[in-house]
């Protein structure tokens, strides 16, 4: 019996990299295979490749002994492959049940039949014991539940292969567990799955193989009894990797940035920081741990002058701030790291140079008076690329020529130019490579050392634990707890972010 | 909420009509609200290309320029033939090629959807004014007919049972489209394709082939519009014919929130205005300049825009090209 | 690094990035769209059972042929100038104002009232006035679209192509009401005063220097100054300017006044230079030859100005085409949409491809 998956000799360039550098693998029924890998080692790309997402360039893939052809959805499909998305794959105005049965309908003539649509996918809840509403809209649910109609989307044609591309980003350590457990369980029924994860504790919990890729090239094969965490993290970066960032004890002075009651109300209008109390102190980094969507985004934003504040003050150096704008905050006192970097950090078809002086372009000595400085834009360009390790071949290159990490550093760059007291960092290493993050991660603790008092927010439960000073839990809305990071232990941590008591 | 403009553009019809009894007599009543429709149709056809095109995601700026030149096709073929229906059919194909040289532009080459569509535009007006020539005529225009029974019926039977041939199939061509949006497969696989293209993406719906079918058809529904006009309501084509009608209907487009039935409504809404300023003058109530009724549509175009900017939530994809596996 | 190491780095690089504008290979784009177009359109020349070459021949040879030639030629270009600056202006904005025709419109109206209603002014004085009354005019029209685009997120395509219509009709009234001319029996206004008439110099009108001259001025302004860097960065990635300190709101409204002002002035231009007054059939494409032009110039102010002359000329030979060979002078119109047709596509994928993958005009709604 051939096996369920058979990659051979897979390869995929883009401009500039090789994602997939003839990379193999197998997948036999009733097996967890968790592909294990840094951000960009091709992981996605591979198995985008094998759902017929985008086309190799060479090589083979075959389902149960027979090849697919490249490109091709529906077919592989139709040959019994399921995919969850690391991006939820939803149309957020659309209802559980159109999601769901989108692109295979029950018909009835040339019209959907809605009821069978309805009953179909209560049985398919049923039958794996996925709770969900088939009439709910999508973008009225929580982020769990979405991913539960992704998971069960990719069941609803008697899967035999089910691809999950990195599931857990978005939910609490409880929710992983359970996620595991359902993984586990079908596995047991026989089906073959492929987990794509850079979390080596979820790689030891469930997988029977392990696979990891570097660089776009596989590296290496093991399983979970041969190796562990720190084995398999060896694997994945190609070297011992040092966990703990090494950082001094913090020198911390006074109250620099003070939030008092804030209430922000999300895109929906609906209430999602309720009532936040911190103090930042000078010389600190104040982590904010969460599952992503419990209102750390929104409280960034009304910090940093992005969101209307529905109550509470925001104080700088005592002094309070009024509900103002960004660049109004930024004279203030506060750098700030933007979530979106695409969106609010770079104009992507401008030069690097003119990304460096986003928001200073028309002060001195980049302007005199209405007329710009070029000569001096150009020339403190040249140094701060060389300064930051900004990958490129020279200054005047575009924004977008840029690798994730380097666009990042473009950011990271601007923002301490001007040394600040206040640097505000939201979600500051995704989507970067390894050594960008650790640069990014020396640029955040030296500008504590000189004195600035960093909030850190990251959906990194990782990162927060290796960078931080304090701790601070946020939870629906809420700061749950704050704790001395040498206190901080992982799963009390996590059971706070669940929004579990103790 | 979905409901919201339809039922907007029924109760402010409804206003108008009440008023027209109040100061005529319902046979007047009944001859504007014919005349209402006849003005509300092509509008009402256009932004059906509208719909079509951006239920999937893709703006068509284009529909002024498809119309202008289907409806010169229209009418320069029927001339040639002396057959409008022949007439018909080379507009409806040319339509099609319009739509699929949008498709080509906006999809495959991915360019700036505003401005693959002025380009259509500014071809249309090109091609029209350089092949134009003065003084042909066709062997008549699709003549009104009576629907037995129907047409009989007091105030409905003259509103929506005396037309042309066009009339007709335009009428049923944006049922047809209401049921199919909401009710189809295919309908459901386009709403996918213009909110989150790579949901049906990865659910194994090909969005650029949905996303070509659709601009096509669209252009072929925008060339009915335009015969209509030349074939059936004028008889005759100028230069510049559609004066600004595909660029009325993407407001009526907006104002009916993409839905095919509130944009027939808005739609009605423009046709009875129209009539009714018309009737006015007819009747000298008031006595207002040419020039200002000639531009009463384009100012109710900015008004509705206005009103409804921000209010309204377009499909989410829209005026984005798709780059597959970009998920 | 050694300090004139960097200098030297800096120069460098700044005169890479001036000479990258005028990079040969792009530059080839606009060009073979112009010929490439010419013969698609001789093909059709030759179904119509018409003579393509002479037609070209004849059309070149009066736009371009002779000095008197030359000076039609670069009349009719001045205010394809200015409307293609215009829409580039927009353009750079990220606006796509499809309504420079009506700012035009307005422009030449104004300019026309200008010229007949203020007496005994010199030219000196009477010229500026009449030249910034248009601009006014036209910068007024466009501000409804500006302001309506910031402030309440109406699409600025719509907004400008019906007040296209709408200024046509309230100036057809105006021109056959208030400013008529008295006692005459065509619809137009009265001839300006010679005081307000652009002049001449052997043969090469002053109008389009002015036109040349202000090209120069707008592209120093978007390279060199803060207020080019804010128009600039709000048209390549608002979110990213709002989030900078730029006040995007009053950034659009400004670039469209500039670019109405610029297209108004173009109306001006033509009145005080060309038609001496308005009449209801006023120059009619000239708005919409302006996003051709701005298109082959490849969006950059100094480029506008070789397409402006090859259209120019184009229109200025149209009617001795028709005499010489019985082509349609229309032929222009065909011409401009097929270069369009074949300079975009390669044109906007390089300048805009970079928008972070999302498209300068994305949806109606904001």
């Known amino acids: 019996m051939s096996a369920l998956l058979e990659v051979t000799g897979i390869t995929k360039r883009y401009p500039g990299v090789v994602a997939n550098d003839n990379i193999s693998l197998t997948v036999n029924a009733g097996e967890v295979v968790a592909l294990l890998g840094e951000n960009g080692a091709g992981k996605s790309t591979l198995l985008k490749a094998v759902f017929g997402l985008i086309k190799p360039d060479s090589g083979e893939i075959k389902i149960s002994g027979t090849p697919i052809v490249f490109g091709d959805t529906a077919g592989v499909i139709s040959r019994g492959v399921g995919m969850v998305h690391q991006h939820f794959q939803l149309v957020p105005v659309m209802s559980v049940a159109e999601n769901i049965i989108l692109g295979d309908e029950p018909r009835r003539g040339i019209f959907i039949n809605k009821k069978a649509a309805h009953d179909e996918i209560l049985a398919l809840s049923k039958r794996y014991g996925l709770e969900v509403d088939p009439e709910a809209i999508i973008e009225d649910l929580p982020v769990g539940m979405q991913q539960r109609v992704e998971i069960l989307k990719a069941l609803r044609k008697d899967v035999k292969l089910l691809i999950l591309d990195e599931p857990t980003a978005v939910l609490t350590p409880q929710e992983i567990d359970e996620l595991l457990g359902v993984i586990r369980n079908l596995a047991n029924s026989g089906v073959g799955i492929v987990l794509i994860t850079h979390k080596l504790h979820e790689v030891m919990a469930v997988a029977d193989r392990v696979v990891v890729l570097r660089g776009g090239k596989l590296v290496g094969a093991t399983s979970p009894k041969e190796t562990d965490e720190a084995g398999l993290a060896q694997m994945m970066v190609g070297r011992s990797v040092v966990l703990q960032v090494n950082r001094t004890e913090a020198k911390r002075g006074a109250v620099v940035l003070e939030v008092k009651g804030l209430q922000v109300r999300d895109d929906r209008k609906i209430l999602s920081v309720k009532g936040v109390d911190l103090s930042l102190h000078k010389g600190e980094i104040l982590g904010v741990a969460g599952v992503e969507g419990n209102g750390q985004r929104e409280f960034v934003e009304a910090i940093c002058g992005m969101r209307h504040r529905e109550a509470g003050e925001v104080l700088i150096n005592g002094v309070a701030t009024k509900d103002m704008h960004p660049h109004a905050v930024h004279k203030a006192g506060i750098s700030h790291i933007p979530e979106d970097r695409e969106k609010h950090g770079l104009v992507a078809n401008y030069s690097i140079a003119d990304n460096l002086v986003l928001n200073q372009f028309d002060q001195a000595p980049f302007a005199k008076g209405w007329v710009r400085n070029l000569a001096e834009v150009a020339k403190s360009a040249i140094s701060t690329v060389e300064k930051f390790d900004i990958r490129t071949p020279s200054a005047f290159n575009t924004a977008s020529s840029l690798s994730g990490g380097n666009k990042q550093k473009v950011v990271v760059a601007r923002e301490l130019s001007e040394d600040l007291p206040v640097l505000i960092a939201a979600q500051p290493t995704r989507g970067v490579d390894v050594g960008s993050i650790e640069f990014i991660h020396n640029q955040l603790i030296s500008a504590r050392d000189k004195g600035a008092a960093v909030l850190l927010v990251s959906a990194e439960l990782d990162e927060i634990l290796s960078l931080s000073d304090r701790i601070a839990v946020m939870s629906d809305g809420k700061i749950v707890a704050i704790v001395e990071s040498k206190d901080a232990d992982r799963n009390y941590i996590g059971r706070l972010m669940a929004g579990l008591k103790e | 909420m979905k409901t919201f403009s339809k039922r907007n553009g029924y109760f402010l019809s409804a206003i108008l009509a009440t008023a027209f009894f109040y100061f005529n007599g319902s046979d007047v009543t009944t001859s504007v609200y014919a005349t209402g429709t006849v003005f509300a149709l092509p509008l009402a056809l256009a932004a059906m290309v509208g719909i079509m095109c951006e239920r999937t995601g893709i703006v068509n700026i284009g529909i002024e320029g498809t119309m202008l030149l289907s409806a010169f096709v229209a009418f320069f073929v029927s001339s040639l033939t002396q057959n409008i229906i022949i007439g018909l059919i080379a507009a409806i194909f040319t339509g099609s090629m319009m739509g699929l040289i949008l498709a080509v532009m906006a999809v495959s080459w991915r360019m700036d959807q505003i401005i693959a569509g002025t380009i259509i535009n500014i071809l249309a007006t090109g091609l029209t004014s350089f092949l134009y020539v003065q003084g042909r005529t066709i062997p008549g225009v699709f003549q009104s007919f009576e629907i037995p029974v129907l047409s009989k019926i007091p105030f409905f039977g003259p509103v929506l049972f005396i037309h042309g041939a066009l009339t007709f199939l335009g009428i049923a061509i944006i049922l047809a489209l209401y049921v199919a949006i909401y009710h189809t497969t295919w309908g459901l696989r386009s709403r996918a394709v213009g909110e989150h293209p790579s949901s049906a993406d990865t659910a194994g719906v090909s969005v650029v082939r949905l996303r070509y079918i659709n601009v096509t058809i669209a252009g072929a529904v925008g060339a009915l519009a335009g015969a209509y006009l030349s074939l059936e309501l004028v008889g005759s084509f100028e230069r510049g014919f559609t004066a600004g009608k595909g660029f009325t209907a993407l407001a009526l487009m907006i104002f009916g929130r993409w839905n095919p039935l509130g944009a027939l409504a808005a739609a009605m809404f423009f046709g009875l205005a129209q009539a009714y300023a018309n009737q006015l003058m007819i009747d000298q109530i008031v006595n207002i300049p040419s020039q200002f009724t000639a531009v009463l549509p384009y100012i109710m175009t900015i008004v509705v825009l206005t009103i409804s900017a921000g209010k309204v939530r377009a499909p989410a994809a829209e005026g984005q090209p798709y780059e597959k596996g970009q998920a | ?366």
Request: hydrophobic share 50%; proline share 4%.
């Open chain 3, 1 to 366: 690094m050694s300090e004139t190491n960097v200098d030297k780095k800096v120069v460098k690089s700044q005169s890479e990035k001036s000479s990258k504008n005028f990079d040969v290979g792009s530059w080839l784009v606009p060009i073979v769209a112009v010929l490439v177009a010419m013969s698609l359109a001789a093909i059709l020349i030759k179904l119509q059972g018409l003579n393509p070459i002479a037609a070209y021949k004849s059309l070149f040879k009066t736009a371009f042929g002779s000095i008197e030639g030359l000076g039609v030629t670069l009349g009719k270009s001045t205010p394809l100038v200015l409307s293609g600056l215009a829409v580039a202006v927009g353009l750079r904005a990220g606006l796509f104002n499809i309504g420079a025709q009506g700012q035009l419109l307005s422009g030449a109206l104004a300019a026309a009232w200008a010229g007949v209603t203020f007496d005994g002014l010199p030219g000196y004085i009477h010229v500026p006035i009449a030249l910034i009354i248009g601009a006014f005019f036209g910068s007024v029209v466009a501000g409804i679209s500006g302001f309506l685009k910031a402030y309440r997120g109406v699409h600025e395509v719509i907004t400008t192509i019906m007040l296209n219509s709408i200024v046509m009709g309230v100036a057809d009234y105006l021109a056959s009401h208030q400013l008529r001319e008295p006692d005459q029996f065509l619809t137009r206004t009265a001839e300006i005063q010679p005081s307000a008439k652009l002049p001449i110099y052997a043969n090469l009108p002053l109008g389009f220097f002015i036109a040349v001259v202000l090209a120069i001025v707008i592209w120093w302004i978007l390279g060199r100054t803060t207020s080019g860097f804010r128009i600039e960065t709000v048209g390549r990635n608002r979110h990213a300017a709002w989030y900078a300190g730029i006040p995007v709101k009053r950034t659009v409204i400004s670039a469209m006044l500039i670019s109405g002002a610029i297209a108004g002035l173009g109306g001006a231009v033509e009145t005080l230079g060309i038609t001496y007054r308005y009449a209801p059939a006023f120059n009619l494409g000239l708005g919409f030859d302006g996003i051709t032009i701005a298109l082959l110039g490849r969006v950059h102010p100094i480029g506008i100005i070789p397409g402006a002359i090859l259209i120019g000329g184009m229109r200025a030979g149209a009617a001795n085409m028709q005499f010489d060979s019985g082509v349609a002078p229309e032929l222009v119109d065909l011409l401009m949409a097929l270069i369009l047709l074949l300079v975009t596509a390669p044109l906007i994928t390089r300048f805009f491809k970079n928008n972070s993958n999302k498209s300068m005009t994305s949806g109606w709604g904001n």
